[in-house]
């Protein structure tokens, strides 16, 4: 039988209605925990030799359903859901290092997982380094004994820089490293870096995943192995898992995540025209931009360029965020993915953390924007963005 496409995996995958007493809608199992039918079934459930739920933490027939549909959605064995994006990332990271460990970054990173990555080496002895990964070399030459994994934003937030994730997958390989994917700013529907040669996916689903500003959750994606080892640890023993609404709340979100990204996209594609013949832009930044050098990139590892759009504003800070203030529809808010456009300021909003050194070289200056672009019509945010220019 053919594979179901995209459109059909994510409304389908994961659920069967029959074993549900016919419900065309997964049940909520909003319970903390699961009686057994006797001592020895609990025996049996807690040494592993009899599969079953035990305590919510541990496993949720709500939460399976969701996991179940992401792995098929990222064509990875197994997924786990997390109660945030960080706690996603921060599980993953910690089951791969230890004492001494080095991580190897892309350019730029979302300013809590510097943060992240800041706590690591203050406390663990955890190292990083950050690499433009533009080359095999570049990549190769700072991979160490000690390098655990190589862990990547594409596209970077929020300068939408490019890594090409089959060259990083190759490199990696060959020393034996894995390698760890933030997937957010695409979701499923535009990349998969696992189908590209990556190990595990991450991802704030808080964003395109849920599509709807209502949940905070995270979800790594990955080989049976690798996830059942985090479930086993850094999952059931920090314990940043999801509760069986807000996994339900992202069912229900993700059933429409193709018809929402056509529009993000769509929308984005006609914004940046817009801004890049804008006389008070000074630089746009997005992969659908042909006159861009990851333009030819995107085209390979990427469906379509997303709904984000990064921009300088001509001047200063203080003007940057005058602009923001003129807006009248577009909301000032850090998030992404929702309906609505989103746009924030990342130098004292999203990447505040980050000292001012390192957000120069990960090139988040001082008149840099983010903009989500949502599903209004893109008329309305372009006469929004237009009327803001005008008044400053």
Request: charged residues 20%.
């Amino acid at each position: 039988m053919r594979e179901k496409k995209f459109e059909t995996k994510v409304i389908h995958s994961g659920y069967d209605s029959k074993q549900f007493s016919g419900s065309l809608v997964p049940p909520i199992y909003q319970t903390s925990t699961f009686a057994f039918d006797n001592a020895k079934q609990g025996a049996a459930r807690f040494s592993g030799e009899e599969a079953g739920y035990i305590y919510s933490r541990l496993g949720n027939p709500t939460v399976t359903v969701l996991e179940e549909r992401m792995a098929v959605l990222e064509g990875a064995e197994k997924a786990l859901a997390f109660g945030s994006g960080m706690a996603a990332v921060s599980a993953v990271l910690f089951s791969l290092v230890k004492n001494g460990s080095h991580i190897l970054c892309s350019q730029g990173v979302y300013g809590c997982t510097f943060g992240l990555l800041e706590l690591m080496e203050e406390k663990f002895g955890i190292t990083h380094d950050f690499s433009a990964m533009e080359t095999s070399e570049q990549v190769e030459a700072l991979i160490s004994p000690e390098t655990a994994c190589i862990y990547v934003e594409t596209p970077i937030n929020p300068t939408m820089k490019l890594v090409d994730l089959e060259m990083v997958a190759t490199v990696a390989r060959k020393k034996g490293v894995p390698v760890v994917v933030d997937n957010t700013f695409c979701s499923p529907y535009l990349q998969n870096p696992i189908v590209l040669g990556c190990d595990i996916v991450v991802h704030s689903a808080t964003k395109y995943i849920c599509g709807h500003g209502d949940v905070i959750a995270g979800i790594a994606a990955g080989s049976s192995e690798m996830m059942e080892r985090i479930a086993r640890t850094t999952q059931k023993d920090i314990g940043g898992v999801i509760s069986p609404f807000d996994a339900w709340l992202l069912l229900r979100g993700l059933k429409t995540l193709p018809v929402r990204m056509d529009r993000h996209s769509d929308n984005a594609e006609k914004l940046a025209e817009f801004l890049l013949g804008h006389p008070m832009v000074e630089k746009v930044f997005y992969p659908g931009d042909p006159s861009s050098g990851d333009f030819q990139l995107a085209q390979k590892q990427m469906r379509k360029p997303g709904g984000l759009i990064s921009f300088n504003v001509k001047g200063t800070k203080e003007t940057a965020q005058r602009f923001m203030d003129e807006l009248q529809m577009i909301k000032i808010a850090v998030s992404l993915g929702d309906a609505e456009t989103l746009i924030q300021h990342p130098a004292t909003m999203t990447h505040a953390v980050v000292p001012e050194e390192s957000r120069m070289k990960m090139g988040i200056t001082d008149n840099l924007l983010r903009l989500s672009v949502g599903l209004e019509s893109w008329e309305d945010i372009r006469e929004d963005l237009d009327a803001a220019f005008k008044s400053i």
